[in-house]
């Protein structure tokens, strides 16, 4: 059996009265694609925070290769987190600079490279998320959907991480875009070895590309391989998964 790639015991989220999750547990282990699923307001995002070190909960642990980051002060983390690469839902571009300037930030930040090196090495993350050179130098107003997810992803590819976290990655585009990113993640993940966490609703994207789900309920996650969560009886499970999209997958009920 793998290793664990990120580990989370007991955590516990609450803001005020309200109590986003209540001991919970995940495991995310090394060299899979792990989808998170849940109800609006069940704490994707929180959850997501809390994993990159974003946001201490109020009680737990968060592991990440070994390293509990609920223990460590802010340079230890900075440490930790030129292991991983995001990207979030609307890609977070910033709008002021270019393609290739965006991609490089996590350079700028974490390595010490002269001015034609980093080019290079931006170019290069550019190539490998299958965008044209002159991409490089157009700003995000000037993006196709598709292209600005693409953008985002070079950019969290940036530090060659072993730890890839994806917020909502195909929201917004259109199916045939959508799967044509499904497709570059499965590639990429295989060729660069890469651990992959993508919080999702897209059902499509889920049956592509995840080994195994865990979904958040009742303030807790459920986690198994996907073939066997879409049988799993809690009634938001059943909503979620028995349906016309995941019936052409042949998991549908009677499947």
Not at 120 to 129: I, P, S
Not at 171 to 194: K, T, V, W
Not at 214 to 227: H, N
Not at 228 to 240: D, M, R, S
Request: proline content about 4%; glycine content about 10%.
């Amino acid at each position: 059996m793998a290793a664990a790639a990120i580990d989370v015991r007991g955590v516990v989220n609450r803001f005020g009265r309200q109590v986003v999750h209540d001991g919970l547990d995940m495991t995310v282990l090394e060299g899979e694609v792990f989808g998170i699923v849940g109800g609006s307001g069940s704490g994707k995002s929180v959850l997501l925070r809390t994993i990159l070190g974003l946001h201490r909960p109020q009680a737990g642990e968060v592991r990440i290769f070994g390293t509990d980051l609920t223990r460590l002060d802010d340079a230890e983390l900075r440490a930790v987190k030129a292991s991983y690469g995001v990207t979030f839902q609307a890609g977070a571009l910033f709008s002021a600079l270019t393609v290739l300037q965006n991609v490089q930030l996590p350079m700028l930040e974490h390595l010490s490279l002269g001015t034609r090196a980093r080019d290079e090495l931006a170019m290069l993350k550019l190539r490998l998320v299958g965008l044209p050179p002159e991409a490089g130098s157009k700003y995000p107003s000037q993006l196709s959907g598709g292209m600005i997810k693409r953008a985002a992803l070079a950019r969290a590819l940036a530090l060659d991480p072993r730890l890839l976290f994806l917020d909502e990655p195909t929201s917004g585009l259109d199916p045939i875009s959508a799967a044509a990113f499904d497709e570059l993640l499965i590639g990429l993940q295989r060729e660069l070895g890469l651990t992959v966490v993508m919080i999702t609703h897209d059902l499509d994207s889920i049956f592509r590309t995840c080994n195994r789900v865990g979904v958040i309920v009742d303030r807790k996650m459920l986690t198994d391989s996907l073939e066997a969560i879409v049988q799993n009886p809690h009634p938001w499970i059943q909503a979620y998964f028995h349906g016309d999209r995941a019936r052409r997958f042949g998991v549908g009920h009677g499947a």
